[in-house]
């Protein structure tokens, strides 16, 4: 039986469909690998289990306590640190010998607060799992935000509705730049940063009219160039 | 090839390579990135690097695409006013290398990663320049440190220094044993201790040897004090690794006592340093430093004069009005001269038509330069100052000393000052002694070994001594030795007890000041390796253990105060690093101006050279002066495990990582060696061979050299011989030249090529601003890098250093400049001393590695700021009629040398990626993690500024270049601590430069904003360089603050910027030099400027004509070739 070979003029199609496969390819893999290294993939959502099953819906939320209760040097550091156990134990102290402590002794019991209490008593770390992380190249200024009225919830998301924290924003340098670029949304007088459920409308203002204003009292002008975030 | 020489008369190169066109300067002239890039650095096999690389790309895969899972660890009670990420300053204060250091420590998370000047200290605080006395200067002045200074913190986190107590019982001396079985800890070093202080007690310390350091420490003084009362027959032996004791030996025989000196030279109109690199090694160089640019805005008035006269050419030579290069053994010779000129009280001026200095032959030089000398310092009385160099001899100290009694500069420029000091009433010997007593061998024959016990409280002495002492034997000969040790060196061999030694940042202490202001030394840090301060190691020693080291220092403290300090004044001396008013009270002396009947100092057998000789024709081959130097780079050898010091271009020469034998063109010439040929030099029976390098301008038949190389046990970067197999060294030992008689300067050494070539690596060739033309096109653009012009030519043309030049319009659109903000940086090359202090204070601010003596010769090395050093010299058409490759008295320009930050940056246009950008406030930045590596940049980039890591330098290396991967990763952990976390460590195939410490501004602009007004202020933010500069030449600054110091300077009549004609608009400008020469011994050129006989002299058009340039200079230089 003769063998079938394909006849010599299909050898101009044969460039056409190699171009075809790898183009093919390069067409799928391209998105893929776009859409796979996504911060939106990768980043948001990301909800790790602590040591601690802190709530921020009760302590933000339901007591309305301020962000800076516990993040005390978001406005004076580039770092917002996570509290001291010590700061934990004002409220939460455990039980001594002689009984439950005399103040603060909200929960002295709980098994939930162990891994506190074991902090406080050892004086080892509690080792909170860090959720909202930039590469080492990225020099981000918790304070340089705070103090020129960018609030918590721009950059986290409601946290006083989340139980467990996780990231709510791509927090990607496109998104970074995207408010650089128009700041003003997202301005609001200081006094009012922490207050994740604030809106310019409970002051009787305009919301772009508010940003256009602070940004022109506080003589805030963004910039979109690398050395503001890359040393 | 040579090139033909344009129609200029300052001429200037930067080194012998270049002058002579070798084929190792032509490479890195041709080649913007010297021989291949791909080669692979010694010590890795290709093997091992594909094994990294696997590894690395396999834990890539294993994290996925997710980052690392990364913990917080807060602290569970949070010490006070500890906020995460903001640097919290402590005063400290402590002695190195040999000096008092008074610094501000930056503290991040609890550990010191900067040192700065402690700007607030009297010594400091008096000295502030005159013309910025306009009420806000104490935010500018950042008193400056020294390079030593600088790179404590990298020997802080070194992983070599001994981490336990070793005790050796059997095995002294035995270079194969292992550590592991010597191991002993605190408690039983503490419990042997106790047992001989009480048995010495008994003895009342009779057999007891303590060898010590002078120390300027109060709390040292007195634990000698209270030692010597408790063991009052034990032995006291001073040992001085650089000897320093002559000034104060000639200060006591000439009837000032025992007062300290003080020079202030910021009261000096006329300052002539002999032999004394006064700016450089002199243990008070900051000082000085600041003193000396307190007169140097050029005016008339104001401006002061420096002569140097010094064999090497040193720092002080470099920053000198006048040089004059005299073999170092004829200093005295010279100034017996000049005293006999002071005496006569003749001033002579010189005839208007005598020759210019340059032509004259040496012997007239000589005289003209004596002359003109005693009359400046004659006019100046009471406003003069004559220094010596600390090695000179007692006698030449004394000359120095009847000159200024003479001119009546006592109480004036030089001020004698009456330190106390706890333990000066103690009788000390000297180190050769207690080793002939160890030994038993004195005049008389054989005794009986002196000591069964010695305490060595002083840093590797079996090192830095002497080769004719038998240090060694004497220590075996003795049955119990403790040594306190930085690491497990040479001496740490010999010893039976090892205690590890604390780092000052580690520990309490105290100095004074020069002046003898009191300060105190805190710890910055717990002790990182479990060592404890000499004072601590000393307390246990002597069985004072009732007292901690704190209180003992505390109680010096309350003494010096007067009887009672309180908890507040303590704090109060520890927040502000210095206790008020403790300066201490001028000496009520006479000094004598009569000539002393010289008494034979015992030992001094050096032949004495007789007539000044300095012309070339004396070289003598076998009657050679050596000059030894403490090193510029790792002092006496104790920083040789300091890779930021190994690594530091040494000033003037641009050596790393080496010692050579430094002499002349024409002594080389005469001893018929070449560059990097190494030579054996002998004396009597002594000999070292070691590689030669010459310097232009040193003097003829003066060989210096630096101690400190060449150590066997320094550690994995200084040097370490493990086993005859496992051995490397960094230069060369001089212990078997040297002789404890003549500790400095050694005469009738012969030399003798060996025609063994020996590679040196030097920077002076790298990144050679002239890209193509050579000699021709260096020759004719030097003078518009470096501009200088006397002082005459300063007052009769102010712009002298402008060029005229013509402005093409850009070919792109510039950048828009903001309105805030426009940072801009000037260097007054007035001020700089070239003293390398701001190159290791940005390598300790930016994380920039080192690189090893290996990747330098490959023109790899990273630092982000040079000294660029440039010769100058005018024909000399006495001895070779106008032969321009033997320069004679040349002058030195130096010039700190980063990126400018050009407007229009040619490096922005060429980056495919857009990784080097221009920000809005006109910094030049870097993107590292955008950056591919293509170096298109440094192609482009006309100052060759930028640099590129050609591998992992901080991970691979690390920042102990050879360190071994398999030792523990708690080492590669210490390394780490000393990296600043707001600086990105970059990685390899990344480009970086400069960038103006944009974290320093960035971060000033935050802080502004959220604390006062709002505003930044000038002086608020100031570059890691900045802050270092002792002599306050560079100056950073917003150019849109009218008000601000770098736009008043910027605006100077000397500003000029580099490459102007580039039209790339430099934001670094600098202020040109100006010498104030006396008239007499100007040479031809500086009595006809070019500048001013040719106002229209255009700079250069080369570039901005192309071919069809009119310049003569150009048109000549083409049909030459």
Known sequence: MQRFLFPRWTNKFLLLMGGLIVGGGALFAAPMFLAATSPVTLNIGYQPVQPVPFSHVIHAGQLKMDCRYCHNSVDKSAHSTVPATQTCINCHSPMTPSGPPVFSAVHPTSPKLKAVHDSWRTGESIEWIRIHRLPDFVYFNHSAHINRGVSCVSCHGRVDKMDVVYQAKDQSMAWCIDCHRNPEPHLRPTEFVTQLDWKAEDIGEDPLELGTRLKKEKNIHPMTNCAVCHR | MNYPLPNQSKKYFRSIGELENSPEFDQFLQREFPTAASEFPEGVSRRRWIQLMGASLAFGGASGCRYNREQFAEFASKPEGRVAGVPQYFTTNFEWAGRAVHVLAKCLEGRPIKLDGNAQHPIYAQSVTSEHNDGKE????????????????????????LGSVLHRESKRGDFESSDDDQVADWTSFTAFAAEQAKSFE?????????????????????????????????????????YRRNQSKAINASGGGKASSFYRLDKAKVIVSVDDNLLGSDPNSVVYARQFAMNRGPSEKQMNRLYAIESQYSITGAAADFRLAIKSSQAGLFLDRLEALIDAGKTIEGSKDEKPYNELIWQEKLDRTLQTIATDLLANKGNSLLTVGAHQEVDVQQ??????????NFGKTWILLDIPNASQEIDTIRLDDFVHLALGTTESGKAAPAFKTAWLLVPNPVFTLAGDIALSGALENIPSVVYAADTDD????LADWVVPAAHPLEAWGDVRAVDGTYGVGQPQIESLRGGKSLLEIGLILSGATDVSSTQYVRNTATEIAGGSLSDRQWKEILHAGFLASSAAKPAE???????????????????????????????????LEIVVHPSDSVYDGRFANNGWLQELPQPITKLTWDNAAIMSIRTARKLGLKQGELVHLTQGEASVRLPVFVVPGHAEGSIAINVGYGRSRAGSVGGAVRSPKDTFTVGTNLASLRRWNQHSILTGVSAKGTSIPYKLSTTQDHFAIDDEGGMREIAARAPQL????????????????????????????????????????????????????????????????????????RGREMHWLRIDRYFQCDYDVTEDKGDFRDPIDPKIVQQPMACAHCETAPCEQVCPVAATVHTEEGINAMAYNRCIGTRYCANNCPYKVRRFNYFNFNQQYGYFYGWNDNREKANAKLQQLVLNPEVTVRGRGVMEKCTYCIQRVQNGKIKARATGDGLVHDGDIRTACQDACASQAIVFGDLNDKTSRVYAMQHDPRAYGLLEDLNIKPRTLYLARVRNVPRRLMTYDQINPQWNTSPDRHGSHDHSHGETG????????????
């Open chain 2, 138 to 161: 104490a935010k500018f002045e950042s008193a400056g440190t020294d390079t030593f200074t600088q790179a404590a913190v990298l020997s802080l986190y070194d992983p070599d220094r």
């Open chain 2, 202 to 242: 008994a003895s009342k310390g009779k057999g007891l040897a303590i060898v010590f350091e002078p120390s300027s420490s109060p709390s040292w003084h007195r634990w000698l004090a209270d030692t010597k009362a408790k063991f009052p027959e034990a032995a006291f032996v001073e040992y001085e690794s650089v």
């Open chain 2, 399 to 408: 000359t120095a000393i009847r000159i200024n009694a003479k001119l009546g």
């Open chain 2, 490 to 493: 040479e001496t740490a061999q």
């Open chain 2, 589 to 623: 002396v006479k000094i004598a101006t009569d000539k002393p009947t010289i008494t034979a100092v015992p030992g001094a057998e050096a032949v004495k050279a007789t007539t000044i000789d300095l012309g070339s024709d004396s070289v003598d081959e076998l009657n």
């Open chain 2, 786 to 857: 470096v501009r200088e012009g006397t002082l005459e030519e300063f007052s009769k043309a102010k712009t002298f250093a402008k060029m005229h030049l013509h402005h093409e319009d850009s070919m792109w659109k510039e950048p828009a400049i903001d309105q805030h903000h426009a940072w801009g940086m000037t260097i007054d090359l007035n001020k700089c001393i070239g003293c390398n202090a701001c190159v290791v204070a940005c390598q300790a601010e930016n994380n920039v590695p080192i690189v090893g003596k290996e990747q330098v010769s």
């Open chain 2, 1110 to 1121: 009119h310049d003569n200079s150009h048109e000549e230089a083409k049909a030459n070739s």
